[in-house]
C-alpha cells in the first residue's frame, strides 16, 4: 500500500523549528568573525569537554559554543563526520556515515590525527564550514 507524504508523516514541523532556531540562534554565532574564531580556539583547546575529577571542576562549553555544539550533533547521520580510531590510542581518522546501518564507513585516510582530540577538532571544523556553506551570512 503506497500512502501519500503528509506534514506529519514527513516531521515538516520538526524540521521548521529547527530551522528557526538554526537562523535565530546558531547562525548569528558563525557569522559574527569573532564569536565563530573564539569558538574555534575554545573547541581547540577543549573539543569534548572535560570532567572533573581529582579535585578539579568540571570544564563546560561556553554558551555559544555549546549552542552551536548542539546544532551540529543534530545533523542527519547519512554523510555525518565520525571519529574513527585505527590505531589504538595512535591514529585517528575522520568517518563519513552512511546513513544506512550495516553499511561501511567511509574512511578519509588522506588525513590522519595522532590524537582524539585532534581528530574531533578537525571534524568540527568541516561541520562549521558545512553549516556555512548551506547558510552564507546575509550580509555578504
Not at 569558538?39 to 554558551?63: F, L, Y
Not at 590505531?87 to 563519513?96: D, L, V
Request: aromatic letters at 6%; a positive charge; charged letters at 30%.
Amino acid at each position: 500500500m503506497h500512502r501519500n507524504a503528509t506534514s506529519m508523516s514527513q516531521n515538516a514541523s520538526w524540521h521548521a523549528t529547527d530551522e528557526f532556531i538554526t537562523l535565530t540562534h546558531v547562525m548569528p554565532i558563525l557569522w559574527d568573525e569573532e564569536r565563530r574564531q573564539a569558538i574555534i580556539d575554545e573547541h581547540r583547546e577543549n573539543p569534548i569537554g572535560k570532567p572533573g575529577k581529582a579535585g578539579k571542576p568540571v570544564v563546560q562549553h561556553s554558551n555559544d559554543l555549546a549552542r552551536v555544539l548542539d546544532k551540529l550533533r543534530r545533523a542527519a547521520l547519512a554523510g555525518k563526520e565520525v571519529r574513527v580510531e585505527i590505531e589504538p590510542f595512535k591514529k585517528y581518522a575522520i568517518g563519513i556515515l552512511p546513513g544506512k546501518r550495516g553499511e561501511p564507513v567511509e574512511i578519509l585516510e588522506d588525513q590522519v590525527y595522532a590524537t582524539g582530540d585532534e581528530c574531533e577538532h578537525a571534524i568540527f571544523l568541516r561541520r562549521v564550514k558545512n553549516i556555512l556553506d548551506k547558510y552564507p551570512s546575509p550580509k555578504k
